[in-house]
């Protein structure tokens, strides 16, 4: 007889395995709107069956939480169960033996809490808050509400100027977006419940790149109203679009040389080529919106003047100051910040950094633009100095992976310490404190890092570029004013409205803090509804393009199409965009996976599509 034997998986196990895959593909694709409650026993559910049921905490204590989770589900007329739930969980947090059977208990403790009005109207009215508002997963992700299962067909007809005028109803930048958006809308796609998530922003992008000139509606007759907007980037002219459409006199207010703000100032060409983003906005303007160019509201014109001229003023100034690290040598020479850098880029100015040893600090989408930026103006070697590990950078994975494939290197836990400088006073080094990852922040879901019992580094630097966030420029808006928030905000109410100022909105960046277009999209958009509003009318935005019906061919489980990029030894020494685009094959293919949740899920028992706003 053996002692030890090969074990190989048996039958059971890899069946279990595609099981746990299975539903790992359906928890990341629980669409928003799903009953938090059978969300929350369906977890715990799994919980208990992970543990080893030593405790009778664990043991009896979550089969109790099941119960009663159970019972609000079925209606329990005493409302005292919540209580009970949660005096249930919090004694199980504080006993059971091990972190498995406290993090099942906690789940359930960080529900009740969070969406105690769910657990109410189940016990109150035997029905829940969240499933009435069940929509199409997609459009609700999507921060401007864009019709995608509605252009996703149109490109599956080959209908693609169609798509653009169907998108241009809640988004006046489909071309941006195509190339830009970080594309939340794909967060939550049904299909990842069957493979993975459509590729909304690829199909978005086969739409523009084959539309051609895609003509606008009609503005409605003049109002005779006047509207001022302070800022030329995504969210102003958002504004300014719909305003025009509805018939209002527009002017745009622009401090810079050029219009598009962080869309020029801040992403580099290789991802939003510029004749494309020129192109978008001359579009938008030939609706008669009047630009006044290098004028700085505050400076050239105050605030109070402009609310004197105007009959409404929408602010949408953006996030263009830099943040700084607050250590020693930060103001030395050769030390820049993410904006300045990308900002004179911008305007066509492209430094020579040829031969150059350069440090990034920071770990965002940002610093990962400066990054690539560098890399492409000639450094030598381009080293990114982040102080928690690779996956918890705030950058999109692709946009590392990018980095790196072109030649980046990417120090992780490293936290920046000071910085060295020469008799000239300028930066020859960056000093950093090593750090080991820590505890898990529960709020943020990425763990801490703590310093780690080693010696400080020292990286050498010709250059090094500060990247860690952006703070707004309020000075002149206060002064007229306008209420800041702790952190520099402008505050503003969910309908961009400035209550404590008449006429008076504003959104974007400067209202969030550093987001993202979409996000200053969809700001612009409700903006121009409420002033509308405001000013007395009710114009509705629309359109006439018709849906086509779903048609189902192969609904077998398939591989999402991705984005093709061209190689990175190539690509790596020009500002020449970056993605290749679909090929129609690919877009006929890829639009053809999409389930028409608009059709056949939620969304349409909900009233169907969003025809107008
Ligand atoms: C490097 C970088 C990369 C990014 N990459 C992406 C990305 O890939 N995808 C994405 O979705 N988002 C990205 N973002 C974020 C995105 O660009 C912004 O969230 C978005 O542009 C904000 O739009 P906004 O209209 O609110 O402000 P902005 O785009 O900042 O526009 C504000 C405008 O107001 C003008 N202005 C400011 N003050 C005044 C004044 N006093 N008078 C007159 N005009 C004034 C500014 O010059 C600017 O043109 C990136 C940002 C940066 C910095
Ligand atoms: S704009 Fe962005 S979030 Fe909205 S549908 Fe397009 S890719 Fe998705
Ligand atoms: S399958 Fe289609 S309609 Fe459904 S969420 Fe995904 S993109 Fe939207």
């Not at 992970?50 to 007329?77: F, H, I, S, Y």
């Not at 006993?95 to 109410?120: K, M, N, P, S």
């Amino acid at each position: 007889m053996s002692r030890l034997e090969v074990r190989t998986p048996s039958q059971m196990q890899t069946v279990v395995e595609t099981i746990y895959r299975d539903m790992e593909r359906r928890i990341s694709g629980s669409p928003p709107g799903v009953c938090p409650v059978d969300e929350a026993l369906n977890c715990l559910n799994l919980c208990r069956a992970q543990t080893c049921g030593k405790c009778a905490p664990c043991r009896v204590g979550l089969t109790q939480l099941a119960d009663m989770l159970q019972q609000v589900l079925d209606g329990e007329p005493d409302e005292a169960i919540i209580d009970r739930i949660e005096r249930t969980a919090k004694v199980i947090v504080s006993t059971a033996d091990c972190a498995i059977g406290i993090d099942a208990a906690q789940l359930v403790l960080t529900g009740v809490r969070g969406f105690r009005e769910d657990f109410e109207e189940h016990v109150r009215h035997h029905r829940c808050l969240s499933t009435l508002h069940n929509p199409v997963p997609c459009v609700a992700m999507c921060p401007a509400g864009v019709d995608i299962p509605g252009y996703v067909a149109l490109v599956r007809e080959g209908r693609y100027a169609d798509a653009v005028r169907l998108i241009r109803k809640d988004n006046p930048f489909p071309v941006a977006c195509a190339y830009i958006c970080e594309h939340p809308c794909e967060a939550r796609c049904r299909r990842k419940m069957v493979d993975d998530a459509i590729n909304i922003r690829g199909l978005k992008r086969a739409a523009v790149d084959n539309a051609g000139l895609v003509p606008h509606p009609k503005c409605a007759p003049s109002t005779g109203k006047t509207v001022a907007v302070v800022g030329g980037g995504p969210g102003g002219l958002t504004a300014a679009y719909y305003l025009a459409l509805m018939g209002h006199k527009v002017t745009v207010y622009e401090k810079r040389k050029q219009l598009g703000g962080m869309m020029r100032y801040g992403i580099p060409a290789y991802r939003f080529p510029r004749e494309k983003m020129e192109a978008e906005i001359r579009s938008i303007l030939s609706l008669g919106i009047e630009v006044k160019i290098g004028v700085d509201v505050g400076t050239e014109v105050t605030f109070d003047q402009l609310r004197q001229q105007y009959d409404a003023l929408y602010i949408a100034i953006g996030a263009h100051t830099d943040k700084k690290v607050g250590m020693e040598g930060e103001d030395a020479r050769g030390v820049i910040s993410a904006v300045d850098m990308l900002r004179g880029i911008g305007d066509g100015i492209l430094p020579d950094f040829t031969g150059k040893n350069v440090v990034v600090i920071g770990g965002g989408n940002v610093a990962m633009d400066v990054t690539r930026s560098a890399i492409r103006l000639g450094a030598s070697k381009v080293s990114c100095v982040y102080r928690r590990r690779q996956e918890d950078m705030t950058a999109l994975a692709e946009e590392v992976e990018g980095a790196i494939a072109e030649g980046a290197e990417v120090c992780s836990l490293e936290a920046p310490v000071r910085i060295e400088t020469n008799e000239e006073g300028k930066a020859v080094a960056l000093w950093t404190q090593p750090q080991i990852i820590g505890e898990i922040d529960r709020t943020t879901g990425r763990p801490k890092p703590d310093v780690a019992e080693v010696e400080e580094r020292r990286i050498p630097a010709d250059l090094i570029i500060i990247a860690v966030g952006q703070g707004i420029h309020s000075e002149s808006f206060e002064q007229g004013g306008v209420k800041i928030q702790r952190g520099g905000a402008f505050l503003a109410e969910s309908n961009t409205q400035l209550p404590y100022l008449e006429g008076v909105f504003a959104g974007g960046d400067c209202v969030t803090g550093p987001a993202t277009v979409i996000r200053a999209i969809a700001a612009g958009k409700a903006a121009a509804a409420n002033i509308d509003e405001y000013l007395g009318f009710h114009h509705e935005i629309t359109t006439d393009v018709q849906v086509p019906a779903p048609v189902f061919k192969d609904l077998k489980a398939r591989g999402r199409i991705n984005i093709s990029e061209r190689d990175a030894m190539d690509r790596k020494d020009d500002f020449d965009c970056i993605e290749c685009g679909y090929t129609d094959e690919e877009a006929f293919k890829e639009s053809g996976r999409c389930l028409r949740c608009d059709h056949f899920g939620f969304g349409n028992f909900r009233g169907g599509r969003i025809e107008k706003w």
